[in-house]
């Protein structure tokens, strides 16, 4: 499975954006697809997961202004984020968890400034 993420940008405090990850390879094989976020001088932490059935899962800090979605094909994954703060900037990855395998994309910077 090959990630590819796309969506990066630079938004004002109460912004959104909606970066996408598109998977490719044996996709009918993906368990979960999902987001993580590691901003400069911390841990990566997990932002928002969806699973093959539909199940979402989010961390707290973004319940309420993101939302996880896949696309019509399954082999997308997008990241609707609303009312952006400053505290959200940080490379956003996209992941896919096939079996007990785990796939990575590249990283997409998100910064929110004014």
């Known amino acids: 499975v090959q990630l590819q993420a796309c969506g990066e940008g630079l938004v004002q405090p109460g912004g959104s954006l909606r970066p996408s990850c598109l998977a490719s390879?044996?996709?009918?094989?993906?368990?979960?697809m999902g987001w993580y976020r590691q901003a400069p001088g911390k841990q990566r932490e997990l932002v928002a997961t969806?699973?093959?059935?539909?199940?979402?899962d989010y961390a707290d800090s973004v319940k309420g202004r993101f939302t996880v979605s896949r696309g019509n094909a399954k082999n997308t994954v997008y990241l609707q984020m609303n009312s952006l703060k400053p505290e959200d900037t940080a490379v956003y990855s996209c992941?896919?968890?096939?079996?007990?395998?785990?796939?990575w994309g590249q990283g997409t910077q998100v910064t929110v400034s004014s």
């Open positions: 992941n896919a968890g096939v079996l007990t395998v785990e796939y």
């Open positions: 390879g044996s996709i009918f094989s993906i368990n979960y």
């Open positions: 969806i699973t093959s059935g539909g199940s979402r």
